[in-house]
């Protein structure tokens, strides 16, 4: 989903808004969250996403389950521990009732 924050001269709603028609009403939906919105500045143009884009997606598209899923290499399961609160945090804020899980090793997705 990389794209770049609302702030950025490059943001482009029309691509949020189709993006978030094509996953709309979805069970659930696995994507890149790899980063922090703190650390996403630096890395903008890496082709990942972070926290804010991926909650902005999930309330708009009103999905019904979010996986954070492809964190960077770097980052301990306290980070990851954190990425999904303050994604959880942002669906909040949102007026979401999407809900969030950062799947672990082993764990089991059934539909």
């Known amino acids: 989903m990389a794209e770049t924050l609302p702030t950025d001269p490059r943001y482009d709603l029309t691509y949020v808004e189709r993006l ?3 996953v709309r009403g979805a069970d659930v939906l696995i994507t ?5 919105d703190l650390e ?3 890395k903008v143009d890496w082709g990942h996403s972070c926290v804010s884009q991926v909650a902005d ?3 708009r598209a009103k999905i019904k389950r979010l996986h ?3 964190h960077d290499p770097d980052q301990s399961d306290d980070d990851i521990d954190l990425k ?6 942002a669906l909040a804020r949102l007026g979401s009732d999407v809900v969030c899980e950062a799947p672990s090793e082993g764990s089991k997705l059934i539909l």
């Open 57 to 59: 997606l999930a309330a």
């Open 84 to 89: 999904l609160k303050e994604t959880r945090e």
């Open 40 to 42: 996403y500045p630096s």
């Open 20 to 22: 978030a028609h094509f």
């Open 68 to 70: 954070l899923f492809h």
């Open 32 to 36: 890149d969250t790899a980063y922090r």
